[in-house]
Nanobody, 115 residues
Framework: QVQLVESGGGLVQPGGSLRLSCAVSGGIFSRYLMGWYRQAPGKQRELVASITSGRSTNYKNSVKGRFTISRDNPKNTVYLQMNSLKPEDTAVYYC?????????WGQGTQVTVSS
């Protein structure tokens, strides 16, 4: 049984920073394509950033230069460092692990950017 647990969300002022963490248990973490998604109220879930087993990364255009995804394989954890946060980054952020056609999701963590 693969489980993903996100942490690190919260309320931050515009221009601030947060670091999200996603701890994965079960399976072989180093083999997973890991991703961070977000879903704002009334909008579809969208991919924010992803990192392959070989540490290649991909970002949504609007977060390039502000967000950084990384992974620590010995700790079975993926991170999303978010800097220069904007109100439009407000959403529930979800961690995703994928291998082949199988995907796993975390429960989500709320990020609110507001003054």
């Amino acid at each position: 049984q693969v489980q993903l647990v996100e942490s690190g969300g919260g309320l931050v002022q515009p221009g601030g920073s947060l670091r999200l963490s996603c701890a994965v248990s079960g399976g072989i973490f180093s083999r997973y394509l890991m991703g961070w998604y977000r879903q704002a109220p009334g909008k579809q879930r969208e991919l924010v950033a992803s990192i392959t087993s070989g540490r290649s990364t991909n970002y949504k255009n609007s977060v390039k230069g502000r967000f950084t995804i990384s992974r620590d394989n010995p700790k079975n954890t993926v991170y999303l460092q978010m800097n220069s946060l904007k109100p439009e980054d407000t959403a529930v952020y979800y961690c995703n692990a994928a291998i082949g056609i199988t995907t796993y999701w975390g429960q989500g963590t709320q990020v609110t950017v507001s003054s």
